[in-house]
Nanobody, 122 residues
C-alpha cells in the first residue's frame, strides 16, 4: 500500500505565501516524477508543477516566477512554495507521485494525495 499525505494548505490574503508539503510512504521501490495539480470547483484538474527524479522541473505558465517546487528524494517528499498568491490560485491542491512498488517489474503507477485547500482572498 502507498499513501501520499499533504499538508500546508490554508487561507491567506492576496500577496501572501503558503508552503505545501507531501510525503509518500508505504511499499515504495523508487519514485519517478512528483508534482502538484490543482482543481477548482467546476473545473478540470490542471498541472501546476512537476519535478523528475533527475531534478528536471516544469511549471505551468501561470505560476512561473511565483511558485517553486522542490523535492527531497531521501524523504520521498515534494514541496510547493507559493508566493504572491492571487485569488485565482484558490483551489484544492493535489500531490501526485509516479511510483514503482515491485522489485521484479518496472511498472510505475500514479498515486494521489487527498488534496489540501488553498483559499486566497482579495
Amino acid at each position: 500500500q502507498v499513501q501520499l499525505v499533504e499538508s500546508g494548505g490554508g487561507s491567506v490574503q492576496a500577496g501572501g505565501s503558503l508552503r505545501l508539503s507531501c510525503a509518500a510512504s508505504g511499499s515504495i521501490v523508487s519514485i519517478n516524477s512528483m508534482g502538484w495539480y490543482r482543481q477548482a470547483p467546476g473545473k478540470q484538474r490542471e498541472l501546476v508543477a512537476v519535478v523528475s527524479s533527475g531534478g528536471q522541473i516544469n511549471y505551468v505558465d501561470f505560476v512561473k516566477g511565483r511558485f517553486t517546487i522542490s523535492r527531497d528524494s531521501a524523504k520521498n517528499s515534494v514541496y510547493l512554495q507559493m508566493n504572491s498568491l492571487k485569488p485565482e490560485d484558490t483551489s484544492a491542491y493535489y500531490c501526485y507521485a509516479n511510483i514503482r512498488r515491485s522489485v521484479i517489474t518496472r511498472t510505475y503507477t500514479d498515486y494521489w494525495g487527498q488534496g489540501t485547500q488553498v483559499t486566497v482572498s482579495s
